[in-house]
């Protein structure tokens, strides 16, 4: 399969405790987004890479919330001191860069529960 | 803010007919539109895009219409099948001015389909 993968499937943890999710994108695509999606919600926009270039960041990314993409392959979102607010189901996706488009790819995303 | 809207909430539709899905959007500078389906615990599929310079777009027993004039968004559905219900979402690259990178996605169409 050469789609987007995410690991954990699911996450549960305990308030404060830290935790970090891996994406890694379909392999040509240079760009990679993370995505924040609550129950009957549709997904909302967290942060994207072009490369190993972090370009835009969301006003819904506090200062807990860290994401790399060191050699512009996989990424990781690490989420630190976890709230119960945080529990969603974060995505990942990746697209390639082309003018006037923008199909982005998902993957079958992180579910996390902050207890 | 960019804002996008579903007419419906849910939808359900008998095997074998049509299906119409509505969005609205509020700004007349998004360039880009795509609709996704989500199936339950998997990520958004891509199913169709269109570009602000089209009008109509079919694809394989789908076609997406734009209207720009009242900035409305359709996606037609021939011959629903059962496995086509899912959550339905329309989505926008928001254009100039707005981010060049995420897209702003409506809050989704659940559609059911009746056997």
């Known amino acids: 399969d050469t789609g987007v993968s995410q690991n954990p499937r699911h996450k549960i943890t305990k308030r404060g405790q830290n935790v970090t999710f891996r994406c890694d994108p379909i392999?040509?695509?240079?760009?990679l987004y993370w995505y924040r999606q609550t129950l009957g919600q549709g997904p909302e926009f967290l942060t994207y890479?072009?490369?190993?270039?972090?370009?835009?960041k969301s006003r819904l990314l506090s200062d807990r919330f860290s994401a790399e993409r060191p050699k512009g392959s996989f990424s990781t979102l690490e989420i630190q001191r976890t709230e119960q607010g945080d529990s969603a189901m974060y995505l990942c996706?990746?697209?390639?860069?082309?003018?006037?488009?923008?199909?982005?790819?998902f993957g079958a995303g992180t579910r996390l529960s902050v207890l | 803010g960019e804002s996008v809207g579903l007419h419906l909430p849910t939808l359900s539709v008998q095997e074998g007919d049509n299906s119409i899905i509505n969005c609205a959007y509020s700004?007349?500078?998004?360039?880009?539109f795509i609709w996704y389906k989500q199936e339950s615990g998997k990520g958004p599929q891509f199913i169709i895009d269109?570009?602000?310079?089209?009008d109509k777009r079919q694809g394989q027993r789908v076609t997406v219409l734009l209207n720009k004039t009242v900035k409305h968004l359709s996606l037609q559905i021939a011959a629903t099948q059962p496995g086509d219900s899912a959550v339905y979402f329309c989505?926008?690259?928001?254009?100039?001015?707005?981010?060049?990178?995420?897209?702003?996605f409506g809050k989704g169409t659940k559609l059911s389909v009746k056997p």
């Open positions: 989505a926008l690259k928001p254009g100039y001015g707005g981010s060049q990178g995420n897209l702003i």
């Open positions: 392999s040509e695509h240079n760009r």
């Open positions: 996706a990746s697209s390639l860069m082309a003018a006037h488009k923008n199909i982005q790819y």
């Open positions: 890479f072009q490369n190993e270039a972090q370009l835009e």
């Open positions: 700004n007349s500078a998004s360039d880009y």
């Open positions: 269109i570009r602000s310079n089209m």
